[in-house]
């Protein structure tokens, strides 16, 4: 048997499959159809073969418009927003004492009053009848203008619904709701099927929604959970999954359990990003248990005073007393150990402190709030760093900051 031969003709078949299937034509070496040369292109591409174009837009005939406003600065009409926080802050509770307040045209937290609208809501994590609704009713829910998405018909049977792939259908329902004006997604992650860690694949999955709410008109509100770990850190970055989550959204919300300065616990709703309007400021707010009809015991939200400031300062605890202390403590130890005239090497500056039992993060810590001066040793490779306090003649440099600053503060 001629192997040879056989193998030539199967790759011949393979050539011809492939070109025909590519449209090249019958012909395996027929490359009439492929592009002509730069100066004449004109004629590409052939005839009856379909082409994406791209369109493009003049400034001139567009005209501009003024972001439409559900809650003013914070809750904006077509576009995507993102609520988050760790467990337990009361993120879907404070959602919908918002949705309550669409469906009323009640007095948002800061006074301003709200337009009267429809309310769509998908929950993949609590039930409409023994938790959401009981909430809504908590606070004040017109129960005529609030809608579950409760599953999708296909074929006469009833499926759950799953944001990943039925946003297509649920805008031809919403579409059913003419005042329609708050949407609510909960968990947003839900709607990607693939890497939620992924910039790539949680833009392209939440693109529908975005998509969504811009046809529809209204605000959407997708709630998720904050990472581990992270705290003092930007809220918005401390959203799980992809940073895509608060890229994407036009304004990012947090809840958060804190502090006072009298070490009493309270919430606070903070405005962590937005890219159409201020960022910074909040709420202070707090649950009530209460009984929405007899019988039925649920909670509430109790907002409270306005707050200024940035998300990172309203989310951030005041030092406790012993913090406070120790801080006091290694700076004055640090610097009974430096001088303003004569430069001291860092290692020797800092080794009675650690003997005293704090860290070297404590230490690099302290440095900085002594405002001390550093330089790099001149008697070779393995001459370290030397310290001094401010005051004194104005020589050296201060370069050590990245390299001690990802050092020592490992311990």
Sequence with gaps: MDFDRINRSQAMMDAQTYNNDAGFGADPMDFSDLPPSMSDQAAWPPENKPVNRVVLLSGAVMNPEPVRWLWPGWLALGKLVILGGAPGTGKTTAALSMAATVTTGGHWP?????????????????????????????????????????????????????????????????????????????????????????NTEVRRALQPLVDFAAAIGAALVGITHFSKGGAGSDPASRLTGSIAFAALPRVVMVCAKTKDAEGNERRILARAKSNIGPDGGGFAYSLEQCEALPGIWTSRTVWGETLEGTAIELLAEPASDTESEDSR????????????????KSDLASKPVIDAGFSKKQIW????????????????????????????????????DSREDSEDSRS
Excluded: M
């Design 110 to 198: 800061d006074g301003n009053r709200c337009s009267v609208g429809d309310v769509l809501i998908w929950s993949g994590e609590d039930d409409p009848c023994d938790t959401l609704l009981p909430r809504l009713i908590a606070a004040g829910v017109d129960r005529s203008r609030v809608y579950f998405v409760s599953g999708v018909n296909v074929n006469g049977e009833i499926r759950p619904f799953d944001p990943s792939t039925d946003v297509a259908a649920l805008l031809e329902a919403a579409r059913e709701l003419p005042s329609l004006k708050f949407i609510l997604v909960d968990p947003i992650v839900s709607a990607v099927a693939g890497d939620s860690h992924k």
């Design 329 to 344: 403590d290694v700076c004055d130890l640090l610097r009974d150990e430096l001088s303003s005239e004569a430069w001291t």
């Design 365 to 400: 810590s302290a440095s900085k709030k002594l405002g001390i001066l550093r330089r790099k040793g001149t008697d070779g490779s393995r001459d370290g760093w030397y310290w001094r306090l401010p005051g004194g003649p104005e020589t050296g440099q201060d370069s050590e």
